[in-house]
């Protein structure tokens, strides 16, 4: 598959070289420092010399273009791990105990690479920054990267993910929504302990607790639109510390996803609904905190048709391939997406024969030939774009 991209042997080979590196030495939101390190010394020394340090352990690699009047064109990839102790098995899984690519953000910071290597040897009409942005994970590290200036001037922006639903060779490019909002809440219950022998003088938090996980389960299957993707799951309880003991309170997190902004109202506001309805049958009071995450991801019709046709240019029209079921992982990529129009794209991972393991699992891989495919379709996108800029520059 990569022979057909426009990579060099050596390229292809540093890339590999890279993308197993990081994948080796994984390092959580915030904590991207050596990953830093060596995305800036592997761009230097592959022809990329415009390099800055942004959002605190970010990066952003400034491709000068030919034509100076074309709007600026960005790319994202994101570098940062999860902690996940990995259990590929692979001769390069990470040396950080506990600390995984367990999303293919290993992949994404390669590709990213890759494609301004791209870049810097052919470019493209206008300037291309293209962004090592940290702490997606986190759904914090592109209000950084804004926040740094880096984009200020930048007309569009692309960015894509790897995804084993898909097989390597197959993309998604396509406008309207690609990925769910991400709020997350906690409850705790007050109540008052008493001894585990004598419940009649407890307000017992804990099986409130037990009644609201439970009632909060109706909120997508009674109350939601049948229609509409949604997701309340509840992703970690504690109460108690000795089985003899009512505590005085418990309390439970968790996460919100919705496709669209009314629907993530209604989850978040039935979610505050029942929580005090729960705690006030079991004569216990709620306290509720909703935490707004990142937006949906919704893509620009315009980026979309830019990405289609750099699909297209690199890997042939069979290429492109619709995104199926919503998904409903987020992806802070949103937030650049409410500043400038976007595109953003899942791009198939999955080697052939292999099996459907899900992101965000302990034996995730993502294929390593995607990384060629993200590089230059990547690359591709900001190239048709700068002709576009350059185009309505021209009639303007
Ligand atoms: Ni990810």
Redesign the pocket.
């Known amino acids: 598959m990569s022979s057909a991209l426009p990579f060099t042997d050596s390229e292809i080979a540093a890339l590999r070289a890279l993308r197993r590196d990081l994948h080796q030495h994984p390092e959580l939101s915030w904590q991207e420092t050596r990953t830093q390190d060596t995305l800036e010394r592997f761009l230097r020394a592959h022809g990329v010399s415009q390099v800055e340090r942004i959002a605190r352990t970010g990066l952003v690699a400034r491709i000068p273009g030919l034509d100076p009047t074309a709007a600026p064109v960005a790319l994202r990839g ?1 570098i940062d791990a999860l902690p996940i102790q990995e259990a590929t098995g692979l001769p390069f899984a990470s040396e950080h105990a506990g600390v995984m690519h367990a ?3 290993d992949v ?1 910071a390669s590709w990213a690479a890759g494609a301004a290597i791209l870049l810097a040897r052919n470019p493209a009409a206008s300037e291309v920054r293209v962004i090592f942005q940290p702490a ?2 986190v759904g914090e590290g592109a209000r950084a990267v804004i926040e740094s200036g880096a984009l200020v001037g930048v007309s569009v922006i692309y960015g894509a ?1 790897v995804d084993r639903r898909f097989p390597v060779g197959e993309v998604v490019a396509q406008a309207g929504p690609l990925a769910a909002s991400t709020d997350s809440f906690s409850i705790t219950l007050h109540g008052s302990g008493a001894h585990g022998a004598r419940p009649q003088e407890s307000a017992d938090p804990i099986v409130g607790l037990g009644a609201l996980i439970l009632a909060l389960q109706t909120i997508v299957s009674r109350r939601l639109d049948p229609a509409l993707p949604g997701v309340v799951t509840v992703g970690a309880v504690q109460a108690g510390r000795a089985g003899n003991v009512i505590p005085e309170s418990a309390e439970l997190t968790g996460t919100i996803r919705a496709t669209t902004p009314a629907s993530r109202q209604l989850l978040n506001s039935e979610l505050e609904r029942i929580a005090h309805a729960v705690a006030a049958t079991h004569r216990l009071r709620a306290t509720v905190t909703l935490t707004d995450g990142t937006p949906p991801v919704v893509n620009d019709p315009r980026a979309a048709d830019i990405a289609a046709n750099a699909v297209r240019a690199v890997l042939g029209a069979q290429a492109l391939v619709p995104l199926g079921t919503t998904n409903m ?1 987020g ?1 802070d990529f949103a937030f650049y997406q409410e500043q400038i129009p976007g595109c953003f794209m899942r791009v198939g991972a999955r080697e052939a024969g292999g099996e459907m393991t899900a ?1 965000h699992s302990s034996r995730f891989v993502a294929d390593e030939e995607c990384l060629f495919i993200g590089a230059a379709v990547l690359s591709e996108c900001a190239r048709l774009s700068c002709v576009s800029a350059a185009g309505s520059a021209a009639t303007a």
């Open positions: 994101d999303c293919g953000h994404h997606e994970e993910h992982g992806e992101a």
